[in-house]
């Protein structure tokens, strides 16, 4: 339901994603782990066109396009499809947190305002932040505003979410929170994809885990299988120094 073939994305003379192949099914949960620098960011981004990939074919539900010439319109149906975690949160520090959930509804996807604000209470309710509707992003905790973060990609409903590194601009007593409210979004069976530094996390929620090095899949499988006898030695490297 979501396949990517092919996908390429170079810097200048920098190849950052060195022809990227995998597959994720519905209701699947991957992580993305590796070096910092490897590519991990730019392929999540270049599944939303946040970059412009040089080559590749991505298929998200019901869409392929062809991702290096691929249209303003395809571009927007395969950004409907997806929903994103910021590491940084990226709240629109001028909206309330209803707003920060609601805009998107109605910017990408058409809603009324009166609709996106009724789903945007909804998912503040259930991310516990329901009496924080009228806060500003300022006003609100890290932990707090990635979680409005995480809400804004709930609201969505989208096919697959991508999670890139969503507790590392965390202070660290705001982690469990976030990991929390992510562990319930996994447990519901949403299909993502989520690079952590989070082993532990990675581990308790992903059905698969993917080892990045150097713009590629370096070694794939299950968490168990992955953390406890890495076959590469690129993957054992890193795992030792992390772990
Ligand atoms: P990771 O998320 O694994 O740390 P990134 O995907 O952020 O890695 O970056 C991979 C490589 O691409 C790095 O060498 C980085 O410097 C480079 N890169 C990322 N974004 C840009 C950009 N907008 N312009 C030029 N180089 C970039
Ligand atoms: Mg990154």
Known sequence: MISVKGLTKRFGENTVLDGIDLDIATG??????????????????????LEKP?????????????ASTASASEQRAVRRRTSFVFQNYALF????????IAEGLITVRGWSRAQAQARAEEILATIGLAEKAESYPAALSGGQQQRVGI????????????IDEPTSALDPEWVDEVLQLL???????????????????????????LFMDGGRIVEQGAPEVIFTEPKDPRTRAFLRKVL
């Open 93 to 100: 520090a001028n909206k309330t947190a209803r707003d920060n």
């Open 54 to 66: 040089d080559a590749g074919i991505i298929t998200v539900g019901d869409v392929t396009v062809d």
């Open 28 to 49: 699947e949960r991957v992580a993305v782990i590796g070096p910092s620098g490897t590519g991990k960011s730019t392929l999540l981004r270049s599944l939303n066109f």
């Open 183 to 209: 562990k319930r979004v996994a447990d519901a069976r949403q299909t993502m994809l989520i690079v952590t530094h989070e082993m532990q996390f990675a581990r308790d929620i992903a059905d698969r885990v």
């Open 151 to 162: 809400g804004r990609a709930m609201a969505a409903d989208a096919e697959i979410m991508l």
